[in-house]
């Protein structure tokens, strides 16, 4: 969509300023553009629209939500990032900005596309937190994280082919993740990856689900029409 063109060339266009050669999908790329400019839908920010609901994280139900919080300092957001066992900078007293600042422009996080395996975690982080929201199910930091796994293997598979260049590794998990017999998933289990969006002149809000299978053989798909007073993503 046109909408979308524009904030993947600003998105661009702040990359290169950070001087950060981003390989990660469009979706991962504009999401991490409006994180960066605080566009997304967090509770304090629609608090600020004059919605009248509850400043209250879905995730913790403790603390206000805001970019920051949802992303990186709130319990869930930081059992996952240990989970994970990427390369992160401390979050301290940072703004979202200032800490991505951080990682992005961090040669330690160059290797093995550790920046785009941290956006991709960040987009998985606020995919669950619409979850919590809209279905009142929030999975668990260690499912996020071995759906995740997978979401990145098959992602690394598909574009292997186009580069010339050394091809993105496999995102690695802790061996107790991996491989302990009680956290694998059951043989018949299907990922599904989701995303909403307004198309059309009309901005008609709209839905769209994936699902495929671990060894990412299709399953089934569907779009539609959606019923949304907000942002749809």
Not at 20 to 33: D, E, N, S
Request: proline share 7%.
């Amino acid at each position: 969509m046109e909408g979308e063109f524009i904030a993947s060339e600003a998105l661009d266009w702040s990359i290169g300023f950070f001087g950060f050669a981003f390989a990660g999908t469009p979706k991962w790329r504009i999401f991490l553009w409006r994180a960066i400019t605080n566009v997304l839908p967090t509770i304090t920010n629609l608090v600020k629209r004059r919605v009248e609901i509850p400043n209250v994280c879905p995730a913790c139900g403790v603390l206000e939500e805001d970019v920051m919080h949802i992303l990186c300092n709130c319990v869930y957001a930081r059992r996952v990032w240990n989970i994970s066992q990427l390369q992160i900078p401390n979050f301290g007293d940072h703004d979202f900005m200032q800490w991505v600042e951080l990682w992005l422009g961090n040669s330690a996080t160059s290797a093995g596309f550790i920046k785009d395996q941290i956006c991709g975690i960040l987009y998985e982080i606020w995919r669950a937190r619409n979850m919590a929201i809209w279905d009142l199910a929030l999975p668990s930091p260690l499912h996020l994280c071995v759906s995740f796994h997978h979401i990145w293997a098959a992602w690394s598979s598909t574009t292997a082919h186009s580069r010339t260049a050394v091809s993105p590794p496999t995102a690695t998990l802790p061996q107790s993740v991996t491989e302990h017999p009680a956290m694998q998933l059951p043989q018949d289990t299907v990922v599904c990856s989701t995303d909403a969006g307004f198309y059309g002149s009309q901005h008609a809000p709209t839905f769209n689900f994936y699902i495929r299978n671990l060894d990412s053989v299709f399953v089934a798909e569907a779009n539609g029409p959606l019923s949304c007073p907000y942002d749809p993503s």
